[in-house]
């Protein structure tokens, strides 16, 4: 059964919005730092954002201004809003849990990101 389902992706023009959701179950999302990572093809999965169980986030600085990470602790949810899409951040979009500073790591199956010129 998989751990963390993401949803949201899909196709959108350059300057558009798009908001992604990943879903966990309880016993994971709680104490986990959750992160939205991206990869292209030919190219390694790279960090987007990430925010701690008490709510810190941190951001790449490619998308820093434009991209915002929240967390639904009801929902067992973190969510990854991005504006002023650009091509260049068309890429599959992977959800990440991280417990206990890489004691246990969990990925989501991606959710893919077009964005249109």
């Known amino acids: 059964q998989a751990q963390l389902v993401e949803s949201g992706g899909g196709l959108v023009q350059a300057g558009g919005s798009l908001r992604l959701s990943c879903a966990a179950s309880g016993s994971i999302f709680r104490p986990a730092s959750m992160a939205w990572y991206r990869q292209t093809p030919g190219k390694q999965r790279e960090f987007v954002a990430s925010i701690t169980s008490g709510g810190s986030t941190t951001y790449a600085d490619s998308v820093k201004g434009r991209f915002t990470i929240s967390r639904d602790n009801a929902k067992n949810t973190v969510y990854l809003k991005m504006n002023s899409l650009k091509p260049e951040d068309a890429a599959v979009y992977y959800c990440?849990?991280?417990?206990?500073?890489?004691?246990?790591?969990?990925w989501g199956q991606g959710t893919r990101v077009t964005v249109s010129s």
């Open positions: 990440n849990a991280n417990i206990g500073s890489g004691l246990m790591v969990y």
